[in-house]
């Protein structure tokens, strides 16, 4: 964090949260201040201005890497924060990369799919492929390359 700061940069932190008491497809939804969560709550999606913050961001942005959603998106009351993420990616002008198994199924529940600039199965390795990191894979097919 002291790293961001001092070059200008920030990283946003949720300031709404939506909360449950239990992991259940019928579990009502509270929406709550971050700092308010209970013991026995768990934080299962981001609130609206928490969304709509990142839903900025990704606006202004000139190139958005999406990896993961932002709440348990599978249970629709739950899912509020990561669809305005969707959205958000499906309306921006940025070129758009999305990475990962639950990520690509947000996209597939949200119908963004043809607005996404470009989608990776690899997870994991996607981000490690971005962060400059050597792919056993990839080096073997840029060294054939050569050949």
Known sequence: ????QKRGATIPIAVDVVVGKKFDAN?????????????DEMIFDIGPKSAQEL???IMKAGTVVWNGPV??????????????????????NAFTL?????????????????KVSYISTA???FLEFLE?????AVEILEQRAKK
């Open 1 to 4: 964090m002291e790293k961001m």
């Open 132 to 136: 400059g990191k050597k792919l056993p």
């Open 27 to 39: 579990e009502k939804a509270v929406l709550k201040d971050a700092g308010a969560v209970a013991d």
């Open 55 to 57: 839903a900025d961001i």
């Open 98 to 114: 999305a990475g990962g198994g639950d990520t690509i199924a947000a996209i597939q529940k949200y119908n963004i799919y043809d």
């Open 71 to 92: 709440g348990v998106f599978e249970f629709d009351q739950f899912g509020e924060g990561t669809k305005m993420i969707a959205d958000a990616i499906a309306k921006t």
């Open 123 to 125: 997870g994991g390795a």
